[in-house]
Protein backbone atom coordinates (compact mmCIF):
# COMPACT_ATOMS: atom_id res chain seq x y z
CA UNK A 1 0.00 0.00 0.00
CA UNK A 2 1.42 3.77 -0.91
CA UNK A 3 -0.05 6.55 0.62
CA UNK A 4 0.52 9.79 -1.82
CA UNK A 5 0.28 13.66 -0.37
CA UNK A 6 0.66 16.64 -2.46
CA UNK A 7 1.77 20.16 -1.90
CA UNK A 8 3.02 23.15 -3.52
CA UNK A 9 0.15 24.22 -5.14
CA UNK A 10 -0.97 27.99 -5.22
CA UNK A 11 -2.28 31.18 -7.12
CA UNK A 12 0.90 32.31 -9.24
CA UNK A 13 0.95 34.79 -12.22
CA UNK A 14 1.49 33.99 -15.62
CA UNK A 15 5.05 33.21 -16.41
CA UNK A 16 5.52 31.86 -12.84
CA UNK A 17 6.99 28.68 -11.37
CA UNK A 18 6.01 26.31 -8.93
CA UNK A 19 7.73 23.03 -7.98
CA UNK A 20 4.82 20.47 -6.67
CA UNK A 21 5.80 17.99 -4.09
CA UNK A 22 4.45 14.26 -3.83
CA UNK A 23 5.28 12.98 -0.30
CA UNK A 24 4.81 8.79 -0.15
CA UNK A 25 4.57 6.69 2.77
CA UNK A 26 4.39 2.87 2.42
CA UNK A 27 6.26 0.16 1.28
CA UNK A 28 7.20 -0.30 -2.30
CA UNK A 29 7.90 3.46 -3.72
CA UNK A 30 11.08 2.72 -5.43
CA UNK A 31 9.17 -0.08 -7.42
CA UNK A 32 6.49 2.50 -8.81
CA UNK A 33 6.17 4.45 -11.67
CA UNK A 34 5.09 7.97 -10.65
CA UNK A 35 3.18 10.44 -12.64
CA UNK A 36 1.40 13.55 -12.27
CA UNK A 37 -2.10 13.96 -13.84
CA UNK A 38 -4.06 17.34 -13.63
CA UNK A 39 -8.00 17.68 -14.51
CA UNK A 40 -10.08 20.58 -14.82
CA UNK A 41 -13.76 20.20 -13.81
CA UNK A 42 -16.26 18.82 -16.87
CA UNK A 43 -12.58 17.55 -18.16
CA UNK A 44 -11.16 14.25 -18.07
CA UNK A 45 -7.79 13.93 -15.78
CA UNK A 46 -4.98 13.89 -18.21
CA UNK A 47 -1.24 12.76 -17.93
CA UNK A 48 0.87 15.49 -17.60
CA UNK A 49 4.63 13.55 -17.02
CA UNK A 50 5.71 10.11 -16.25
CA UNK A 51 8.77 8.84 -14.65
CA UNK A 52 9.31 5.03 -14.51
CA UNK A 53 10.54 2.98 -11.32
CA UNK A 54 14.00 3.53 -13.57
CA UNK A 55 13.63 6.92 -14.06
CA UNK A 56 12.65 6.95 -18.11
CA UNK A 57 10.58 9.77 -17.87
CA UNK A 58 7.72 11.14 -20.96
CA UNK A 59 5.87 14.41 -20.80
CA UNK A 60 2.65 15.61 -22.41
CA UNK A 61 3.33 17.79 -25.55
CA UNK A 62 1.07 20.40 -24.23
CA UNK A 63 3.57 20.68 -21.60
CA UNK A 64 7.15 19.37 -23.08
CA UNK A 65 10.01 21.99 -22.55
CA UNK A 66 8.04 23.15 -19.31
CA UNK A 67 7.13 20.81 -17.10
CA UNK A 68 10.04 18.84 -15.24
CA UNK A 69 9.06 15.50 -13.41
CA UNK A 70 12.12 14.29 -11.33
CA UNK A 71 11.94 11.39 -8.20
CA UNK A 72 14.14 11.36 -4.86
CA UNK A 73 13.96 7.86 -3.73
CA UNK A 74 15.75 8.43 -0.66
CA UNK A 75 13.19 10.72 0.51
CA UNK A 76 10.14 8.99 -1.02
CA UNK A 77 9.19 12.11 -3.09
CA UNK A 78 8.47 13.09 -6.79
CA UNK A 79 8.10 16.32 -7.82
CA UNK A 80 7.02 18.21 -10.82
CA UNK A 81 9.00 21.99 -11.75
CA UNK A 82 6.77 24.08 -13.97
CA UNK A 83 7.54 26.73 -15.41
CA UNK A 84 6.43 29.39 -17.97
CA UNK A 85 3.49 29.09 -16.51
CA UNK A 86 0.23 29.78 -18.43
CA UNK A 87 -3.22 30.34 -17.44
CA UNK A 88 -4.31 27.12 -19.15
CA UNK A 89 -2.50 25.17 -16.80
CA UNK A 90 -4.51 25.84 -14.03
CA UNK A 91 -6.36 22.79 -12.64
CA UNK A 92 -6.26 20.15 -9.79
CA UNK A 93 -2.36 17.96 -10.32
CA UNK A 94 -2.91 14.63 -8.38
CA UNK A 95 0.22 12.45 -7.97
CA UNK A 96 -0.32 9.24 -8.73
CA UNK A 97 2.18 5.87 -8.18
CA UNK A 98 1.55 2.23 -9.79
CA UNK A 99 3.85 -0.41 -9.06
CA UNK A 100 5.98 -1.90 -11.64
CA UNK A 101 7.39 -5.00 -10.18
CA UNK A 102 6.03 -7.70 -7.42
CA UNK A 103 2.98 -9.47 -6.86
CA UNK A 104 1.30 -6.32 -6.61
CA UNK A 105 2.08 -5.06 -10.11
CA UNK A 106 0.00 -2.50 -11.55
CA UNK A 107 -1.78 -1.47 -8.31
CA UNK A 108 -2.54 2.03 -8.53
CA UNK A 109 -3.07 4.50 -5.66
CA UNK A 110 -3.85 8.56 -5.64
CA UNK A 111 -2.95 11.23 -3.93
CA UNK A 112 -5.63 14.06 -3.00
CA UNK A 113 -4.80 16.75 -5.46
CA UNK A 114 -3.51 20.60 -5.11
CA UNK A 115 -4.90 22.96 -7.24
CA UNK A 116 -2.48 25.32 -9.52
CA UNK A 117 -4.40 28.68 -10.19
CA UNK A 118 -2.19 30.77 -12.79
CA UNK A 119 -3.79 34.23 -13.04
CA UNK A 120 -2.96 37.87 -12.85
Known amino acids: QVQLVESGGGLVQPGGSLRLSCAAS????????LAWYRQVPGKQRELVAR???????NYADSVKGRFTISRDNAKYTVYLRINSLKPEDTAVYYCNAQLEIGPRKGSSYWGQGTQVTVSS
Open 26 to 33: GSGFSFCG
Open 51 to 57: ITSGGST
